[in-house]
């Protein structure tokens, strides 16, 4: 079992960028493929990005490609998502989520993202 931290959420304008970052604690970060998924306000959660356990490969929601970059950093067991040219639609609280099987077993608490028109 892992915990799962995330940080970085705010308050931004359309066409900023912010940076979330999830810190991973209890077990081996390297064995766990990292996904970012959200939730606006009266919908369900989505998936936004994951990679898998390298680094070496990467997949994005249609809606955030070109956008957003997932990263992870095994030796800091730490997971990212930068998001550039942000709109209001990507408002939302972000979840960082960790898996090593088929099912994302194990969340963060989530962090706060509201884009401003």
């Known amino acids: 079992q892992v915990q799962l931290v995330e940080s970085g959420g705010g308050l931004v304008q359309a066409g900023g960028s912010l940076r979330l970052s999830c810190v991973v604690s209890?077990?081996?970060?390297?064995?766990?493929?990292m996904g970012w998924f959200r939730q606006a306000p009266g919908k369900e959660r989505e998936f936004v990005a994951s990679i898998n356990r390298s680094g070496g490969s990467t997949s994005y929601a249609d809606s955030v490609k070109g956008r957003f970059t997932i990263s992870r950093d095994n030796a800091k067991n730490t997971a990212a998502l930068q998001m550039n040219s942000l709109k209001p639609e990507d408002t939302a609280v972000y979840y960082c989520?960790?898996?090593?099987?088929?099912?994302?077993?194990?969340w963060g608490q989530g962090t706060q993202v509201t884009v401003s028109s």
């Open positions: 209890g077990s081996s970060f390297s064995t766990y493929k």
């Open positions: 989520a960790a898996s090593r099987s088929l099912m994302w077993n194990d």
